[in-house]
T-cell receptor
Framework: DGGITQSPKYLFRKEGQNVTLSCEQN?????MYWYRQDPGQGLRLIYY???????QKGDIAEGYSVSREKKESFPLTVTSAQKNPTAFYLC?????????????FGNGTRLTVT | AQSVSQHNHHVILSEAASLELGCNYS??????LFWYVQYPGQHLQLLLK??????LVKGIKGFEAEFIKSKFSFNLRKPSVQWSDTAEYFC?????????FGAGTRLTVKP
C-alpha cells in the first residue's frame, strides 16, 4: 500500500542535542512538507520541498533544517537552536503538478526534549 | 504567503444540531481550499476540497463547504451532526505548493 511513513512514533532527547525525524513516501509525490502541530495553534509549516534538491522555508523554519536528496525522503533535523522543540511533527506529501491535489499525511512523530 | 483564520476554537453541539465552522483566508491570488479532519488518535484526513467551478462543494460524511470569493471565506457545514463527528477540523489554503492551515476547531458532539 502506498503511503507516508514517519519514524519513530515517539522520540525523546536531551536538551542541546540535534535529532532527525524520518519521513519516507512511496506515493511518487514530488512535493513534501513538514508541519509542527501544537494545541490551539493548528499546523504550522516548517519547510516544504517541491522537487529533489530544493526546499523552501515555511513560517517557523528557525532551528530546523531539511534535506531532499531523494524524491521519497524528506528528513527533518531539529537542532539545538530550536527554543521549544517539544511538539508533534507531521510530514505530508502531494502531487506538485496539481495544485488542487490534497496533502497525504503520515502518522506523526511526537518529540519530547527534556 | 497566505494565512488562514478559523474563528471558533471549540464548538460543543448536541447530536442532530446543525454545524457551521468559519474559515477565512488572506491571499489575493488563485487558491485551492481544503477542509481536513483529525479524529482522536488518528491522522489528518481530507474532508473536501475546492479548486474551481461550483462554489458549493460536498465532501465525505455529509459535510459541505461554500467558497465565497468576495468574503475570502470557505465555511464548513453539516445539517445534522453525529457523536462520531467529534474531532478537530482544519481549514487549509494552497497557492502553488505552499499549503497553510488554520489553528483548527475542536468539535465536541454530545450524545
Amino acid at each position: 500500500d502506498g503511503g507516508i511513513t514517519q519514524s519513530p512514533k515517539y522520540l525523546f532527547r536531551k536538551e542541546g542535542q540535534n535529532v532527525t525525524l524520518s519521513c519516507e513516501q512511496n506515493l511518487n509525490h514530488d512535493a513534501m512538507y513538514w508541519y509542527r502541530q501544537d494545541p490551539g495553534q493548528g499546523l504550522r509549516l516548517i519547510y516544504y520541498s517541491q522537487i529533489v534538491n530544493d526546499f523552501q522555508k515555511g513560517d517557523i523554519a528557525e532551528g530546523y533544517s531539511v534535506s531532499r536528496e531523494k524524491k521519497e525522503s524528506f528528513p527533518l533535523t531539529v537542532t539545538s537552536a530550536q527554543k521549544n522543540p517539544t511538539a508533534f511533527y507531521l510530514c505530508a506529501s502531494s502531487m506538485a503538478s496539481s495544485y488542487n491535489s490534497p496533502l497525504h499525511f503520515g502518522n506523526g512523530t511526537r518529540l519530547t526534549v527534556t | 504567503a497566505q494565512s488562514v483564520s478559523q474563528h471558533n476554537h471549540h464548538v460543543i453541539l448536541s447530536e442532530a444540531a446543525s454545524l457551521e465552522l468559519g474559515c477565512n483566508y488572506s491571499y489575493g491570488g488563485t487558491v485551492n481550499l481544503f477542509w481536513y479532519v483529525q479524529y482522536p488518535g488518528q491522522h489528518l484526513q481530507l474532508l473536501l476540497k475546492y479548486f474551481s467551478g461550483d462554489p458549493l462543494v460536498k465532501g465525505i460524511k455529509g459535510f459541505e463547504a461554500e467558497f465565497i470569493k468576495s468574503k475570502f471565506s470557505f465555511n464548513l457545514r453539516k445539517p445534522s451532526v453525529q457523536w462520531s463527528d467529534t474531532a478537530e477540523y482544519f481549514c487549509a489554503v494552497r497557492s502553488n505548493n505552499d499549503m497553510r492551515f488554520g489553528a483548527g476547531t475542536r468539535l465536541t458532539v454530545k450524545p
